[in-house]
């Protein structure tokens, strides 16, 4: 069924502009070269978490359609509005992993998300609750859609037809490098310390004369079930946006990064297991999940983030 498109959304998006000399020691590299931490921590990261530049929010009331997502909103924004407005995608599908955001404070990814399953109405409802605590962050962001017809316009954004309004902001936990768009290279950083790739004991099958013929690591379906999952992350940092402990890598090496250390460790082909338990064995490795468990509620690839972690810490406490 074809869907009418005489409905609009509404995108309040924190926008972030760099102050030029923080833009021109981006370039450069980072002066910052101590390093407390073997993940990477220290003065550098925090540094580099600490934005200094123009930060404002800018709204933007476009036509969309419920089943648009919320990176369709932001093309036709940069098509037809803004060109100015900064965001990162590539595949579109939820496969790369580039486009992770904050939306209405929840992080995931834009080319995921649709209208549908995001824009709020704007609360009539008070801002305390009965016991006095004011509603915060998230809480309506996946409350059944009202009725258009039954919403009062109390926004001057808000009229009949609209959908409702989305809050975009860049993902938590990293530092912001223009608008919608963190820098991940903290996280990059950490998983590149932990040898994400598999490091096998090398021996070369031969033929019968004994001349080299292929490398060959036979495995059965339960030593790839113990680790297929796993080898689905695609490195998005959504489950690191969403761990409280978890900001650029100086108390916490990361879910993301401990995803991929038991991805290896899991894997009957990898003969570095042991080094690989002893380099997440530290304050900031396994030590640092405090079990909270807000790294699995948005994963893009359906790996429960805080089930592996709690499996990989009783590993590493258990070897
Ligand atoms: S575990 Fe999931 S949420 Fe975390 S980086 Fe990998 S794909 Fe993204
Ligand atoms: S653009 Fe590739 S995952 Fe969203």
């Not at 929840?106 to 995001?118: E, M, S």
């Not at 309506?140 to 009229?159: F, L, M, S």
């Not at 004369?209 to 999952?229: H, I, M, R, S």
């Not at 409280?244 to 009957?268: E, Q």
Request: charged content about 25%; hydrophobic content about 35%.
């Amino acid at each position: 069924m074809v869907e009418a498109n005489n409905t609009t959304v509404t995108l309040q998006v924190h926008r972030f502009t760099p102050h030029p000399e923080r833009a021109e020691r981006a370039r450069g590299g980072s002066p910052f070269a101590k390093k407390s931490s073997p993940f990477g921590g220290g003065s550098d990261s925090a540094a580099r978490r600490r934005p200094r530049g123009k930060q404002w929010v800018q709204e933007y009331t476009i036509p969309a359609r419920p089943s648009d997502t919320v990176l369709d909103c932001l093309l036709t924004i940069k098509r037809t509005i803004d060109p100015t407005l900064a965001f990162r995608y590539s595949c579109g599908h939820g496969m790369c992993g580039s486009d992770a955001a904050a939306i209405n404070g929840t992080p995931t990814l834009l080319c995921t998300a649709t209208v549908r399953d995001w824009a709020k109405q704007p609360s009539t409802a008070p801002e305390v609750d009965d016991e006095g605590f004011r509603r915060t962050g998230d809480e309506t962001a996946n409350e059944p859609d009202v009725p258009v017809e039954n919403v009062e316009n109390v926004e001057n954004n808000i009229t009949e037809g609209s959908l409702g309004v989305i809050e975009l902001a860049s993902l938590p936990g990293f530092p912001p490098q223009r608008d919608l768009i963190a820098d991940i290279d903290p996280m990059l950083n950490q998983i590149r310390k932990l040898t994400p790739y598999l490091q096998a004991d090398g021996v070369l099958a031969t033929t019968a004369e004994g001349k080299v013929d292929v490398f060959e690591y036979l495995q059965n379906p339960e030593q790839l079930a113990k680790y297929e999952t796993l080898s689905n992350c695609i490195a998005c940092g959504v489950c690191e946006g969403a761990c409280p402990v978890y900001a650029g890598g100086d108390a916490f090496v990361g879910p993301a990064a401990l995803i991929w250390a038991s991805r290896f460790i899991n894997d009957s082909r990898d003969t570095k297991a042991m080094d690989r338990m002893d380099a997440i064995d530290t304050a900031d490795g396994v030590a640092g999940c405090q079990s909270v468990r807000a790294c699995s509620l948005q994963c893009p690839r359906g790996i429960d983030v805080g089930e592996e972690m709690w499996q990989i810490v009783a590993k590493v406490r258990e070897r």
